[in-house]
């Protein structure tokens, strides 16, 4: 099996090789996107290995079919990227539901503690041998209370975390985790109590309609006043403009984003010899009170290594048996994991 592998870097290389070798899959690595102007690429190819910023539309889609492709292998979660109802019938989509929760997680946490501590400030004065406390007074998060959106596995380890350090959870969830409210620490709330109640407020579900800009103008206003604000899930679920308005009124305390609405054409590339057109994120990144990754949560040895397995394991599923546990279906309205066979 031959697959088209777009916005390839060099640390997905290692992992894919390992896992790929003595399978009979072999994949040709393209550092660029695929989208309607290089689906071409994958003529000859069985499959395509696609990544978040990939853009598989119903054009791509209808590209990749007519020159026989019929596998996107997502390496990642999220399928918001993909055209799910016009895929169906043509194209079998697998994807990676889980890969080291701990590692977007722990990230999270590293950005938070970043922030109300100042770390990434008193990095910059040190190496200056400005050795000066001023401006860099912190808050304990013991005692807190921290919101968290989204209880899927990485959801779950976040609030293990923030337990450690002592903090109390308000936890929302369309489908709450079974076991998971004691009652006490860890309590499933309405989206207002948990905007009310919240110090931090952490982003750890999927993107869907349900779910787009969750964290907008009337959220924000619901919120308690300085609310620190966490996504290290989708870009769009948070209004970037809302939330640029709420930082600038004093409202929001302080933003920790490893992910943007925009960040397709920005993020996983180096920009540094160019002007940033994107004047939102720009505004964004030069408040003091905000920290920008780009989308690296995800990015650990372990993660890395799960995604490949995942990934190379699906398609030796679709190959031998034609199915997969790990394919997307479309059933009326929304995608879904299919488990009751071929879907085709």
Known sequence: ?????????????????????????????????????????????????????????AAVIDKLYAMGVRVVALRCAGFNNVDMKHAFGKLHVVRVPAYSPYAVAEHTMALLLTSIRRIHKAYNRTRDFNFS??????????????GVIGTGRIGRVFIDICRGFGMKVLAYDKFPAKGLDNGDTVRYVSLDELFAGS???????????????????????????????????????????????????????????????????????DNSGHILEDDTLARLMSMPNVLVTSHQAFLTEEALANIAETTVQNLLKLQTDGQCPNELCFRGTEAEDCRSGKCF
Do not use: W
């Open 199 to 269: 110090d931090i407020i952490s982003l750890h579900c999927p993107l869907t309609e349900d779910t787009h800009h969750i964290i907008d103008a009337a959220s924000l206003a619901r919120c308690k006043r300085g609310v620190v604000l966490l996504n290290t899930s989708r870009g769009a679920l948070v209004d970037a403009e809302a939330l640029l308005a709420g930082i600038k009124s004093r409202q929001v305390g302080a933003a920790c984003l490893d992910v943007y609405e925009e960040e397709a054409d920005l993020f996983f590339e």
């Open 133 to 146: 406390l001023s401006g860099l007074t912190g808050f304990d998060l013991h005692g807190k209370t921290v």
């Open 1 to 57: 099996m031959k697959i088209a592998f777009f916005d390839a870097k060099p640390y997905d290389k290692p992992s894919f090789e390992q896992y790929a070798a003595n399978t009979g899959i072999t994949f040709k690595y393209f550092e660029t996107k695929l989208n309607e102007d290089t689906a071409e690429l994958a003529h000859g190819f069985d499959g395509v290995c696609v990544f978040v910023n990939d853009t598989v539309n």
